[in-house]
């Protein structure tokens, strides 16, 4: 521990008082640029982002620039290995019908990216919430939460699908209702389990005795503890989301031809796994990408909202792996 | 202790009933058995004769009851596919699973423990990135890819592995299990990891180091009883998943399990070897579920404390 550290968690505090004295939009301006550098210092991180940002991109704004290639079929250039020697279109080859792999691949990720972040966001906003107020109150309201979570969680969610199938239309809003009925216990849990704990420390207990009402104390003092953890959960679940809706149609029971995400991409591309291994492989790898690349951003948003740990992404890049753990967080807290 | 248990036994009756009440009604929204038993140019006789000879033509409330009925006999009706005992089918079909599961969580959870504490040992060392990033991608691997690129691999290119099936020595399990273990095992790691991580920064390990108490007993005695909680929460619902959902590596390798059972009689509109098959499921996730729970007393004196009282 050197007196410059000292001196440098000293700084970022009084930094901190500072501009919690400026007046309100100044000091929202400071939060964003501290965001930005905050990424910008961890290689991985931005690096994830930006994958990140490229698949967003390719499957939305790509969209447009292909056209109709995704469905335009070419059948003297069927099975088309993967190069240079085709034209852009069959950089990444072509599947069993001449059509596009890479034009495929865009319109899939659409597809696969559009039922996966809703899914995720609905369950995570319910679930949580539920699972907060579940255990903050504690008594019958936890009781009948859990009892939920658990016939939720053991019933068959194949049982939901196929059923949503057959009843209604096989559509991707379906398939979202059923991930996102799917996945609430899981943040029902874990908040739960979280906001129990909490109840009886005593910030909580001082919030009380000073008159809050249940609902301020769960948002102020429960849900900011909380959050980081869910986040954690939201960010493995998202991966969980996209892998379930890839199986599912890889199954056969989620998305339906002509409509394609990557699942269904692997499941076509499988009979033909000997003769044109690429129509099976590359979506297989754009689901490994998309979810690598989520989870890394994620748990880098988890240390950066984590004021206990934010500490480690502020220091120089260099001395983050050698320095002992528990000095910091004492001088800044 | 045993009060606890009564009283969450007590307590889970209750999903159970719905549970079994659920499957019963939703399987038969899916649709008209026998619009699928019988060919299409059957007249409107033979499908009734069909329905009656299984009981279909009764109201939905009589079917239920001779459903609730067989259950206290054990008796589960008979498959429309086969012609078997239902209940029969689905506990021939559980071990399969069971032994897959088991095993892979066994190796997860033994796994994770070592190399998540190995990285949570020293935050943000060489160790610590390698395992995070390599967790990462696991806990991300699309399982019925994996298990694909395994057999073009093992299987086909090499020669090594067989593709499929359950006859044979120990390499028919290669697969399977690999297939089955790489998500969880990913999944526990970083939690493990994530845990280890705060619960060595806590004062009371700075405590137990300063007692004299060895790194191997400070790590495993001390942070890992506390970073337990949450890593056992998630164990147990990955436990659930895997009952629940080895359908994928069932249906990949014809593994004869409860997963495959599952979907084939979804599919088939087989109605009593469906309701079955959920039910073992579902008996077998709410004792996994007190299970954790109990755990969770024994672990935490806290929550012991909470249910005890």
Redesign the interface.
């Given at each position: 521990m050197t007196v410059s550290e000292q001196k440098k968690g000293g700084d970022s505090m009084t930094a901190t008082l500072d501009t919690a004295a400026q007046p309100e939009d100044a000091r929202s301006q400071a939060g964003r640029t501290r965001w930005w550098t905050l990424l910008l210092r961890d290689r991985?991180a931005t690096a994830a982002a930006v994958v990140l940002l490229l698949v967003v991109l390719a499957t939305t704004l790509g969209q447009l620039l292909i056209g109709d290639l995704d469905t335009k079929q070419n059948l003297r250039a069927t099975n088309t290995p993967p190069g240079f020697g085709h034209g852009w279109e069959f950089v990444l080859g072509s599947d069993a019908l001449g059509r596009s792999v890479l034009a495929r691949l865009m319109v899939a990720g659409g597809t696969s990216l559009s039922v996966a972040v809703p899914a995720v966001l609905i369950s995570l906003i319910v679930g949580g919430a539920w699972g907060m107020w579940a255990g903050y109150h504690r008594g019958w309201r936890e009781?009948v939460s859990m009892?939920?979570a658990?016939?939720i969680?053991?019933?068959?969610?194949?049982?939901?699908a196929?059923?949503v199938l057959?009843?209604f239309s096989p559509s991707a809003a379906n398939i979202v209702a059923v991930l996102a009925i799917a996945r609430i216990p899981?943040y029902l849990?874990?908040a739960r389990?979280e906001s129990a704990?909490l109840r009886?420390r005593l910030f909580v207990d001082a919030a009380r005795t000073f008159g809050t009402r249940s609902g301020a104390v769960i948002v102020r003092h429960i849900a900011p503890v909380v959050a980081p953890?869910l986040l954690?959960v939201a960010t493995?679940d998202f991966?969980f989301v996209m892998?379930a809706e890839?199986?599912l149609s890889?199954?056969g029971i989620g998305i339906q031809p002509p409509d394609v995400s990557w699942?269904l991409m692997?499941?076509q591309g499988?009979q033909y796994?000997?003769t044109a291994?690429w129509t099976?492989?590359f979506?297989?790898l754009a689901?490994?990408i998309t979810?690598?690349s989520?989870?890394?951003l994620a748990?880098w948003f988890r240390l950066a909202t984590d004021p206990?740990q934010r500490w480690?992404l502020a220091l120089p890049r260099g001395r983050?792996?050698r320095r002992s753990?528990?000095v910091l967080?004492e001088v800044t807290q | 202790m045993l009060t606890f248990v009564r009283r969450r036994i007590v307590s889970s009756a209750v999903p159970l009933v719905v549970v079994i009440l659920g499957v019963f009604c939703l399987a038969r929204l899916t649709g008209d058995p026998a619009k699928l038993y019988l060919p299409l140019s059957a007249t409107p006789q033979m499908r009734e004769d069909f329905l009656a000879r299984n009981g279909f033509d009764k109201p939905l409330i009589e079917q239920l009851w001779d459903y609730l009925e067989g259950l206290f006999t054990l008796d589960f009706g008979e498959s429309l596919r086969t012609g078997q005992d239902a209940a029969g089918m689905a506990l021939r079909a559980f071990p399969a699973t069971l032994q897959l599961a088991g095993a892979t969580m066994l190796l997860a959870i033994v796994g994770a423990v070592l190399i998540g504490s190995w990285a949570a040992y020293k935050p943000n060392s060489l160790a610590d990135r390698l395992s995070g990033l390599l967790s990462m991608a696991a806990a991300s691997m699309p399982d019925f890819w994996f298990a694909i690129m395994g057999v073009l691999v093992f299987a086909v290119t090499l020669g090594w592995l067989p593709t499929s099936g359950v006859v044979g020595g120990p390499e028919v399990w290669v697969l399977p299990l690999l297939t089955l273990l790489i998500r969880p095992f990913g999944v526990l790691v970083q939690v493990v990891r994530g845990a280890m991580v705060s619960a060595l920064s806590a004062p009371y390990v700075k405590v137990a180091r300063s007692k004299g108490a060895s790194e191997p007993r400070v790590v495993f005695g001390h942070a890992l009883r506390n970073a337990a909680p949450p890593v056992l929460t998630v164990a147990g619902d990955l436990t659930v998943g895997l009952v629940n959902g080895a359908v994928v590596v069932e249906t990949i390798f014809g593994w004869p399990g409860i997963g495959k059972l599952m979907i084939d009689s979804i599919l088939q509109r087989d109605f009593a070897v469906l309701q079955a098959a959920v039910l073992i499921t579902a008996v077998t996730i709410f004792a996994l579920n007190i299970l954790v729970d109990l755990c969770h007393a024994l672990l935490d004196s806290r929550v012991r404390q909470a249910v005890t009282a």
């Open positions: 991985v009781n009892r939920v658990d016939i969680l053991s019933f068959p969610s194949l049982l939901l196929v059923v057959y009843i899981v849990r874990t389990a704990e009886g953890t954690t493995v991966c892998l890839s199986s890889f199954l699942g692997v499941a499988r796994l000997q291994w099976a492989v979506p297989g689901i490994v979810t690598v989520a989870t890394l748990s206990a480690r983050r792996g753990a528990p967080p | -």
